[in-house]
């Protein structure tokens, strides 16, 4: 007897219909549907790694929430609130991927082969901001410039090279920010690291935003852009 022969049959969508029958979508059955997605992947176009980063963050959300679930059924209501906190900041977090964020600080770390962007923040009008760029033994590298500054939010790029021309090293380095107006009288003004975000990594529970210029908390992003 000849069988009829159907369509090739799909094992993500396999899995995926079988897991909802079950009516079942925990964190187990999360792990083997994420799983099943890397061993069908198109080797031609692989799953991003931002795509990867998300998913990851998503298992860890969806780990918290089930914990409060069963903290809430178990009367530990102080538990599962650190616990949903500890969610809502992961999903944040994972919602800056791909963003460009402001984060205020007067230490940068550079990688050695890209440029930096040196935010700042102006309290009032200016006429001018300077901002230092000193090494980690205290040695002024660069002065950047911009004349007619906008109050409030701007940034100077840095492509790493000092003022004699040369590439500096990778490492971390001081910013000290100044300003002033037109009468010559200073305007307070602070400095702040901008970057992309291009991934999401965990200390103690807490998501740590990875910038191609640095990392910071959740905490520390003052602006989105």
Same mark, same amino acid.
């Given at each position: 007897?000849?069988?009829?022969?159907?369509?090739?049959?799909?094992?993500?969508?396999?899995? =995926?219909?079988? #897991?909802?029958?079950?009516?079942?979508?925990?964190?187990?059955?999360f792990?083997r549907? #994420?799983?099943?997605?890397?061993?069908?992947?198109?080797?031609m *176009?692989?799953?991003?790694?931002?795509?990867?980063?998300?998913?990851l963050?998503?298992?860890?959300? #969806?780990?918290?929430?089930? +914990?409060?679930?069963?903290?809430?059924?178990?009367?530990?209501? @102080?538990?599962a609130?650190a616990?949903?906190?500890?969610?809502? *900041?992961?999903?944040?977090?994972?919602?800056?991927?791909?963003?460009?964020?402001?984060?205020?600080?007067?230490?940068?770390?550079?990688? /050695?082969n890209?440029?930096?962007?040196?935010g700042?923040?102006? =309290?009032?009008?200016?006429?001018?901001?300077?901002?230092?760029?000193?090494? @980690?033994?205290?040695? #002024?590298?660069?002065?950047?410039?911009?004349?007619?500054?906008?109050?409030?939010? +701007?940034?100077?790029?840095?492509?790493?090279?000092?003022?004699?021309g040369? @590439?500096?090293?990778?490492?971390n380095?001081?910013?000290?920010?100044?300003?002033?107006? +037109?009468?010559?009288?200073? &305007?307070?003004?602070s400095?702040?690291?901008?970057?992309?975000?291009?991934?999401?990594?965990?200390?103690?529970?807490?998501?740590?935003?990875?910038?191609?210029? /640095?990392?910071?908390?959740?905490?520390? &992003?003052?602006?989105?852009?």
């Amino acid at each position: 007897m000849i069988e009829t022969i159907g369509a090739t049959t799909d094992p993500q969508a396999t899995m =995926t219909e079988s #897991l909802m029958e079950n009516e079942d979508l925990g964190k187990d059955a999360f792990l083997r549907l #994420l799983l099943v997605q890397l061993q069908n992947q198109d080797p031609m *176009e692989p799953v991003k790694n931002e795509d990867f980063i998300a998913q990851l963050a998503q298992f860890s959300s #969806l780990e918290q929430l089930t +914990g409060i679930n069963e903290a809430v059924s178990g009367g530990k209501d @102080a538990e599962a609130t650190a616990d949903l906190r500890e969610a809502i *900041e992961s999903n944040t977090a994972v919602g800056l991927i791909g963003k460009q964020v402001e984060i205020p600080t007067e230490t940068l770390t550079y990688t /050695g082969n890209t440029s930096v962007e040196i935010g700042y923040n102006l =309290t009032g009008p200016a006429n001018r901001v300077d901002l230092q760029v000193y090494d @980690a033994e205290g040695n #002024l590298v660069r002065t950047l410039t911009e004349f007619s500054p906008t109050e409030g939010n +701007g940034s100077i790029s840095w492509d790493g090279v000092s003022s004699q021309g040369q @590439a500096q090293p990778a490492g971390n380095y001081h910013i000290v920010p100044t300003a002033v107006n +037109g009468q010559g009288n200073p &305007v307070t003004v602070s400095a702040a690291l901008t970057g992309e975000v291009t991934g999401v990594r965990y200390q103690d529970g807490k998501p740590i935003l990875v910038l191609n210029g /640095g990392e910071t908390p959740l905490s520390g &992003v003052a602006r989105v852009f």
